[in-house]
Nanobody
Framework: QVQLVESGGGLVQAGGSLRPSCAMTRGTLSLYNMAWFRQAPGKEREFVADISRSGGITNYADSVKGRFTISRDNAKNTVNLQMNSLKPEDTAVYYC????????????WGQGTQVTVSS
């Protein structure tokens, strides 16, 4: 059974940066495609970014392209999301997901980490 634990969220001013991390505490990260999603209050969960098993292919939502970077360290069983030039509309709970694709859905999810961007 895979277990995902997010950390690294927080409160930051607009224009600032945060770097949430996702640790796979049970399972082997290198076996899975990974992704980040987010859900703002009153809104549906939305895709943010994904990364292939080797890290060679990444995809981003248009709203974060050029500002966010997804990366992975298979040796450390972690996936990171570097978020720069943050905007108040980036405020959401950020979730890590494993084993799947945007079209088919993801099998495993973390508990989420709160990111709040003040104006």
């Amino acid at each position: 059974q895979v277990q995902l634990v997010e950390s690294g969220g927080g409160l930051v001013q607009a224009g600032g940066s945060l770097r949430p991390s996702c640790a796979m505490t049970r399972g082997t990260l290198s076996l899975y495609n990974m992704a980040w999603f987010r859900q703002a209050p009153g809104k549906e969960r939305e895709f943010v970014a994904d990364i292939s098993r080797s890290g060679g292919i990444t995809n981003y939502a248009d709203s974060v392209k050029g500002r966010f970077t997804i990366s992975r360290d298979n040796a450390k069983n972690t996936v990171n999301l570097q978020m720069n030039s943050l905007k108040p509309e980036d405020t959401a709970v950020y979730y890590c997901a494993a084993a799947g694709t945007r079209s088919s859905g993801y099998r495993y999810w973390g508990q989420g980490t709160q990111v709040t961007v003040s104006s």
